[in-house]
């Protein structure tokens, strides 16, 4: 799976910069286009002209204060994205904005349909942000859930990422996360490492799950990538991204039985808690494959 259009979604707080940081650095070593998005909640506009809130603003909630602070931050989000094509042309690309207006998590689940990639920042612990910024914070989770295709959730900035490190368990969506990341490790020039969970019961059923993967890998590594270590598989994943400087990629679904669905029940826990930015992947489309696939034709 290679990625050719990405979208970012962009709030102007100190998470979706790095987000946007992710975006261009993607595009350039995988010579992609660039969106950015940013959506008018018309939930902050309420908040906006509540009483209380209004008070401290000094404003008087009148017919037409709705449509004032609706236009405002219209104007907020149009310097936003502004902003981010003018970092865009300082690095030589062509970027396009995008500027909506709704319910954020639905706007940007509508809109992304049409790329490969979407990238969102993402609060760690302890971070406050503005109402206003809410945007990439506790969304995030609900963006992933409900996304028909990969989502980068960015965190630590892109100098500190040292490998990619795949979280495997043998499933269906764990082989597609490991070969989406082997062909990103390979155009970001960063070491590929996975890791099998397992308990002391289970420690030679993790062996045969990493052979299966080693068997998956398409590209020659000059290093081993199967490494197997015991615990609970939501604490070895932080563990061993917050150690190793990791950009940790998951399956968005494990297992169908859930006596046995690790990746699947682990992503949100996961999510809420990463200090490190997570890679979620997710199968392509059967509707929007097969729209790619008539485009293509098409072009022939």
Not at 30 to 53: C, K, M, N, Y
Not at 231 to 243: A, C, K, N, P, T
């Amino acid at each position: 799976m290679s990625f050719e259009n990405i979208l970012v979604a962009i709030d102007g707080s100190k998470n979706s910069q790095i987000a946007a940081e992710y975006g261009f650095w993607i595009a350039n070593k995988l010579d992609a286009s660039v969106t950015g998005q940013h959506v008018v909640d018309p939930r902050l506009v309420d908040l906006f002209i509540e009483p209380e809130f209004a008070e401290e603003l000094g404003m008087d909630v009148s017919v037409d204060t709705s449509e004032r602070v609706c236009k405002a931050l219209k104007k907020i989000g149009k310097v936003i994205l502004d902003r981010f094509e003018t970092e865009a042309k300082h690095r030589n690309f062509d970027v396009k904005v995008n500027l909506s207006e709704g319910y954020i998590v639905e706007e940007i689940l509508r809109y992304s349909q049409q790329f490969d990639l979407l990238v969102v920042g993402h609060r760690g612990r302890g971070d406050r942000e503005l109402p206003a910024h809410a945007l990439l914070g506790s969304v995030a989770e609900r963006i992933v859930l409900g996304s028909q295709l990969p989502v980068l959730i960015a965190v630590q900035p892109i100098d500190r990422i040292e490998e990619i490190l795949v979280a495997f368990d043998g499933s269906e969506a764990a082989k597609g996360a490991l070969l989406m990341a082997e062909n990103f490790a390979k155009n970001v020039n960063l070491k590929l490492k996975a890791v099998v969970v397992c308990d002391d019961d289970t420690e030679s059923g993790a062996r045969a799950i990493a052979e299966q993967g080693e068997k998956c890998l398409r590209e020659y590594w000059s290093q081993d990538v199967f490494s197997i270590q015991k615990g609970d598989v939501h604490q070895i994943l932080l563990e061993r991204s917050e150690s190793n400087n990791s950009l940790l990629v998951l399956g968005a679904y494990g297992f169908k039985s859930p006596a046995q669905n690790v990746l699947g029940r682990t992503t949100t826990s996961v999510i809420r808690q990463t200090q490190k930015s997570v890679l979620v992947y997710r199968p392509a489309h059967p509707a929007k494959t097969q729209k790619q696939a008539h485009s293509k034709a098409a072009v022939k």
